[in-house]
C-alpha cells in the first residue's frame, strides 16, 4: 500500500514538473488500475504537507509551488511592482500570486513595502 501511495505520489510530482498545472481531469488520468480518488487525494496532502504544490482557491486546480514562484519572480524580473499590478501582470492566478509571495517573502526572496511595492531582494535574480 505505501509503495502503491508512492509510486501515484512520484506520478503526480512528474505530471506537474512537465505541464505545471493539474485539473481534476489530468489528476484523475494518473490514477491506475486498481487505485481510487482517496488515494490521490492521500498523494495530494502527502505534496501539499512537504509545500511542494498549491492548490489555487478559485477553481481548485493544482501547481508546482516552484511554478508559482518562478512565474511571479520572473513578472518581478524587469523592476519592482505594486502588488495589484504584479497580480494583474502574471500569469498565475492573484489568489496562486498572494499565496506564493507569502512563501517568497519568507524565503527572503521579495520584499513588500509599506506602500505594497513588490520588489525580489539583491537585484533580478530568479
Known amino acids: 500500500m505505501a509503495s502503491n501511495l508512492l509510486n501515484l505520489?512520484?506520478?503526480v510530482r512528474t505530471a506537474l514538473e512537465e505541464s505545471g498545472t493539474?485539473?481534476?481531469q489530468d489528476l484523475e488520468g494518473l490514477l491506475e488500475s486498481g487505485e481510487s480518488r482517496p488515494?490521490?487525494?492521500q498523494a495530494l496532502r502527502f505534496l501539499h504537507g512537504r509545500d511542494a504544490i498549491l492548490i489555487d482557491a478559485v477553481d481548485q486546480s493544482?501547481?508546482?509551488r516552484a511554478h508559482v514562484s518562478r512565474a511571479v519572480l520572473l513578472t518581478l524580473a524587469h523592476g519592482p511592482l505594486p502588488l495589484h499590478q504584479?497580480?494583474?501582470r502574471?500569469?498565475?492566478s492573484v489568489a496562486l500570486c498572494c499565496d506564493v509571495l507569502g512563501w517568497l517573502e519568507r524565503e527572503g526572496r521579495v520584499q513588500?513595502?509599506?506602500d505594497d511595492v513588490v520588489q525580489i531582494?539583491?537585484?533580478t535574480r530568479h
Open 9 to 11: 505520489v512520484e506520478r
Open 22 to 24: 493539474l485539473d481534476h
Open 39 to 41: 488515494q490521490l487525494d
Open 62 to 64: 493544482v501547481h508546482l
Open 86 to 88: 504584479l497580480a494583474e
Open 90 to 92: 502574471s500569469p498565475v
Open 112 to 114: 513588500i513595502g509599506a
Open 121 to 123: 531582494r539583491g537585484g
